[in-house]
Every structure is written in structure tokens, then in C-alpha cells.
């Protein structure tokens, strides 16, 4: 079944996240300027079916602080495109490394064998959490695209 944020007070926060969040982590998210907030962007980014769609959120003091999703590529899947965002008060302590351990064994369980993602290249934190995860990395025009075998397990 799928499933949604459970609240239309937590949409509007997410589009006000997107739309007033902090411009280099908003560029750095959507590779340029962010995309006109609409009711299909919000859909496309909270609808759930903990399969082809999954997505973990990190909550401190009642507010979102990161967020984790994958979106399957095929089906049945086997290969998904990942995304994370980091709060800038919230990062260099772990949480994204956390949160991507945490999807990939979630995808594991769905029978995703692999991860890609495409970031900026000089977006160092990504290209950290990249090295550490020993993904196969290429680059052309500024942007990097990662791809991570998933071992059950990790």
C-alpha cells in the first residue's frame, strides 16, 4: 500500500524547506536551482510503497533535520537513485552516513543490489560518504555520478 507524509501541515514544510532552505544546500540537492514547488514535486517526494519508493527522515526538537530516500530505477527493482539532505547545523556528526546505512539495508531487503546518484563534484561531504562506501565514481562537466554495490549486511 503506499503511503504519505500523514499530515498537509508537513507538505507545507517541506516546501518551505525547499523553498527558504539554505541556497548551497538547495543547490547542491537539485544540481542548480530548485524546482517550482507543486503539489506533484511534494507527491513525487512523500509517496511511499517501502519498496520501489522508501525514505527515512532524522527529526531533532520536533523539526526535520535530514532526510534519505531511494526511488527504484526498475522493477522488479534492482537498482535505485539515492538522495540525502543535511541540515548544515546537522552535518559532519554522522547522520548521513547513518541514514544511507540505514537505506541500504532497507533496499537490500526489497532486492536492490545497487545505488547511483548524481552531485556536484565538488560537493566534498558526498564525495566522502562516496569513498567510504567504496562506490565507483565518474565525473564529466562538474558533476559525479556514484555507483554502490549493496552487500547484504553492511
Request: charged share 25%; aromatic share 6%.
Amino acid at each position: 500500500p503506499k503511503d504519505q507524509w500523514k499530515t498537509a501541515h508537513d507538505l507545507d514544510d517541506l516546501g518551505e524547506a525547499i523553498r527558504h532552505g539554505d541556497p548551497q544546500t538547495v543547490r547542491s540537492r537539485f544540481l542548480g536551482a530548485a524546482p517550482p514547488v507543486t503539489p506533484a514535486l511534494l507527491r513525487g517526494l512523500t509517496e511511499l510503497d517501502y519498496v520501489h519508493r522508501f525514505a527515512l527522515v532524522a527529526f531533532a526538537e520536533g523539526r526535520g533535520v535530514a532526510i534519505a530516500r531511494y526511488i527504484a530505477l526498475d522493477d522488479p527493482p534492482t537498482e535505485a537513485e539515492i538522495a540525502i539532505v543535511v541540515d548544515p547545523q546537522w552535518r559532519r556528526v554522522g547522520l548521513a552516513t547513518q541514514l544511507i546505512q540505514r537505506l541500504g539495508r532497507r533496499a537490500v531487503e526489497c532486492g536492490i543490489t545497487s545505488f547511483t546518484a548524481l552531485y556536484w563534484s565538488h560537493n566534498r561531504p558526498v564525495a566522502e560518504l562516496a569513498h567510504d562506501g567504496h562506490a565507483r565514481v565518474s565525473i564529466a562537466d562538474g558533476v559525479a555520478e556514484l555507483r554502490a554495490r549493496l552487500v547484504e549486511g553492511d
